[in-house]
């Protein structure tokens, strides 16, 4: 089974040349290259969440609305409809009152949330969730909170349930939040395929957010390294056969300012 998680890079952005009109059709083709089972995505606004529904019309998808007056689902997840069956779906947000849709908390820039599906497989017939979220890029306290909040809600469910968790967490390998969740029991998808070994494609070597200079970003900002903000990580009984960081491009043109994250599954 295939995952993959794109940071799509919200459609309302001063990007000029990158804006989501001239890119609609480069995101659609590198995703469809992945022929992926579950997208996870964040930043999804209204114009692309039509856009990409209607480029995926064998997926069905779940994500709720950023706030009650908002039809954004930035955080959707779209999964392949012969595949799998829903068993349960919700969500919440990532603040001190996580059921008040709009809320945020411990100052957050934007409005967080998390989405989750229950899903099963068809002809295996095994139960997983998938948790899809997006934490906070300026507040470490915020970023720090919403990460207790996905470990808490992921232990409260039954022992022998396998969860996935995609999101872009805004941090790196050294920030704390990690730290965190592998203290939870959370495994980092790419550690355990070795993708992380020094030498590798390790954390000195690898990284998610370009901001559309490609392999150029760190030429381009005078940066030591390309921050790894995005992560996919397993619990339970999930093996992890297969993990990549999509660095595909059309014609020297990216998808998003984010590569996306591919990783494949065993249930």
């Given at each position: 089974?295939?995952?993959?998680?794109?940071?799509?890079?919200?459609?309302?952005?001063?990007?000029?040349?990158?804006?989501?009109?001239?890119r609609?059709?480069?995101?659609?083709?590198?995703?469809?290259?992945?022929a992926?089972?579950?997208?996870?995505?964040?930043?999804?606004?209204?114009?692309?969440?039509?856009?990409?529904?209607?480029?995926?019309?064998?997926?069905?998808?779940?994500?709720?609305s950023?706030?009650?007056?908002?039809?954004?689902?930035?955080?959707?997840?779209?999964?392949?409809?012969?595949?799998?069956t829903?068993?349960?779906?919700?969500?919440?947000?990532?603040?001190?009152?996580?059921?008040?849709a709009?809320?945020?908390?411990?100052?957050?820039?934007?409005?967080?949330?998390?989405?989750?599906?229950?899903?099963?497989?068809?002809?295996?017939?095994?139960?997983?969730?998938?948790?899809?979220?997006?934490?906070?890029?300026?507040?470490?306290?915020?970023?720090?909170?919403?990460?207790?909040?996905?470990i808490?809600d992921?232990?409260?469910?039954?022992?022998?349930?396998?969860?996935?968790?995609?999101?872009?967490?805004?941090?790196?390998?050294?920030?704390?939040?990690?730290?965190?969740?592998?203290?939870?029991?959370?495994?980092?998808?790419?550690?355990?395929?070795?993708?992380?070994?020094?030498?590798?494609?390790?954390?000195?070597?690898?990284?998610?957010?370009?901001?559309?200079?490609?392999?150029?970003?760190?030429?381009?900002?005078?940066?030591?390294?390309?921050?790894?903000?995005?992560?996919?990580?397993?619990?339970?009984?999930?093996?992890?056969?297969a993990?990549?960081?999509?660095?595909?491009?059309?014609?020297?043109?990216?998808?998003?300012?984010?590569?996306?994250?591919?990783?494949?599954?065993?249930?």
């Amino acid at each position: 089974m295939k995952i993959l998680s794109c940071n799509i890079r919200d459609a309302r952005a001063p990007d000029g040349a990158n804006a989501w009109a001239y890119r609609r059709s480069i995101c659609v083709e590198v995703i469809r290259r992945q022929a992926a089972d579950i997208i996870c995505f964040q930043e999804l606004r209204p114009e692309q969440f039509d856009d990409i529904g209607q480029a995926f019309p064998d997926y069905d998808s779940y994500g709720l609305s950023e706030d009650a007056q908002s039809l954004a689902r930035p955080n959707a997840i779209f999964f392949r409809r012969d595949r799998f069956t829903v068993v349960a779906k919700g969500g919440y947000w990532l603040s001190e009152t996580p059921t008040l849709a709009g809320s945020k908390s411990w100052q957050s820039a934007y409005i967080r949330l998390a989405n989750w599906l229950e899903l099963q497989e068809c002809t295996s017939k095994n139960i997983f969730r998938v948790i899809n979220a997006h934490l906070d890029d300026s507040s470490q306290l915020a970023r720090e909170h919403q990460a207790q909040m996905i470990i808490a809600d992921a232990a409260a469910q039954r022992a022998e349930l396998m969860q996935i968790l995609t999101a872009d967490m805004n941090c790196d390998a050294d920030n704390a939040v990690l730290t965190y969740f592998t203290q939870a029991g959370w495994r980092d998808s790419f550690s355990l395929v070795g993708q992380m070994e020094s030498g590798g494609t390790g954390y000195a070597f690898a990284g998610t957010y370009h901001a559309f200079d490609g392999e150029n970003y760190c030429t381009a900002t005078g940066a030591e390294k390309m921050p790894m903000l995005d992560w996919i990580m397993v619990r339970g009984a999930v093996e992890v056969s297969a993990a990549e960081i999509v660095r595909d491009n059309v014609n020297g043109r990216y998808p998003s300012d984010h590569y996306f994250l591919s990783v494949t599954l065993d249930l």
